[in-house]
């Protein structure tokens, strides 16, 4: 039976509960275990090459599948100060990457100030965008022309190519408002062959599923979006939910978990195992923590250093030293083609 999460939620699951404790008392989980068997365990950095920055869990939308419980609600958004540390660290490593997030990392105060300086940088700039807060109200309508400014790569969520399974996951009227905004991104040149403008979609499942061969799902949206509504972009990113936070409390409640689980485990991919994006992100949350991966800072697992957990005192030797938290999660990271914020990995 597959087991769960560590301090995942609250949930009351304590057949599995208890099988993770004498899992624990072993030594290893069945995760753990499954890295050994095809030596990968302990796993360990590989570099320091992508920033990936949650500015803040303050977002427009609530979204069933939302690891980070984002919405309109949450206060947590990063300061200008915490902004200035990541970019201070930044400079002792080789990152060439960063990768901004949220919530909706567009409702930060400071998120074109901080922007802007890391295209002063030179660095490649993310942003993972859910389309309808750039129609959400007058003062994001600029973002398109925003973004091409400093050539920042935009991720945009877009679940389906209909809005029935769209609104399904992420509210009434939300695949209206995606459409439209995708269309300001293209006539800004977004998407567009040519002109060095980056725009990608991100697909996750709306079930206890996973996802379909990302390449074939591109396909699918690129013939659907084009013919239906005029729209280009350059690639789509097929992600895999994992089981953690509101989408671990979904799996509960439907009353899917135990499958899904079982589906994650039934599909370790060791080839995946191997490309997990952890091994060259780290991972910074809104108040300066580093974690692993964001999935990690969700569960509150902070990085294993000594010392270095929080940017005031960032150590490059201690990130690139530390041996990597991996728990029953990870399996959605390993599974099939793997999953990464960035998609398949193998």
Same mark, same amino acid.
């Given at each position: ?12 699951? &304590? ?16 995760f ?27 977002? $427009? ?5 939302? !690891? ?42 400071e998120?074109?100030?901080f922007?802007?300086q ?22 994001? !309508? ?17 679940p389906?190519? $209909? &809005? ?51 390449a074939? =799902?591109?396909?699918?949206? #690129?013939?659907? =979006? ?13 992600i895999?939910?994992?089981p ?13 978990? #135990? ?15 191997? &490309?997990?994006?952890?091994? $060259?992100?780290?991972?910074v949350s809104?108040?300066?923590y ?27 030797e201690?990130?690139? $030293? ?6 029953? !999660? ?17």
């Amino acid at each position: 039976m597959a087991t769960k999460s560590l301090q995942a939620t609250g949930h009351e699951l &304590s057949e599995i509960d208890k099988q993770l404790a004498l899992l624990h008392d072993a030594g290893l989980t069945p995760f753990q275990t499954k890295l050994k068997e095809t030596n990968l365990f302990p796993l360990t950095p590989t570099g320091l090459e992508i920033f990936q920055i949650n500015v803040g869990k303050m977002c $427009n939308q609530v979204c069933d599948h939302c !690891h980070v419980d984002a919405g309109p609600d949450r206060k947590e958004i990063m300061t200008k100060e915490t902004m200035q540390q990541c970019l201070d660290a930044i400079d002792l490593t080789d990152c060439h990457t960063v990768d901004l997030t949220g919530g909706a990392p567009e409702m930060n105060p400071e998120f074109r100030w901080f922007v802007e300086q890391l295209s002063a940088k030179g660095k490649k700039v993310l942003v993972r965008c859910n389309l309808t807060i750039i129609v959400a109200n007058k003062k994001y !309508h600029d973002l398109p022309e925003f973004f091409k400014k400093h050539k920042v790569e935009v991720v945009s969520s877009l679940p389906y190519f $209909n &809005s029935a399974k769209t609104d399904a996951q992420r509210g009434e009227g939300v695949f209206e408002k995606s459409i439209r905004a995708l269309k300001m991104l293209n006539e800004v040149g977004y998407g567009i062959e040519g002109s060095g403008l980056t725009l990608n979609l991100v697909y996750n499942p709306s079930g206890a599923f996973l996802p379909p061969d990302q390449a074939a =799902l591109k396909t699918q949206f #690129e013939t659907k =979006l084009k013919e239906g509504y005029d729209i280009v972009f350059n690639d789509l990113f097929a992600i895999t939910n994992l089981p953690v936070s509101r989408y671990l409390s979904y799996l509960v409640a439907s009353g899917n978990y #135990e499958k899904y689980m079982d589906k994650l485990v039934n599909a370790y991919n060791p080839v995946a195992a191997a &490309s997990v994006m952890c091994r $060259n992100t780290v991972s910074v949350s809104w108040d300066g923590y580093l974690f692993d991966c964001d999935f990690n800072q969700m569960l509150d697992l902070k990085v294993a250093t000594k010392k270095g957990q929080h940017l005031s005192e960032f150590s490059t030797e201690e990130l690139l $030293n530390r041996k990597i938290i991996v728990n029953q !999660h990870c399996y959605g990271c390993t599974a099939g083609a793997g999953s990464s914020c960035g998609g398949s990995v193998a």
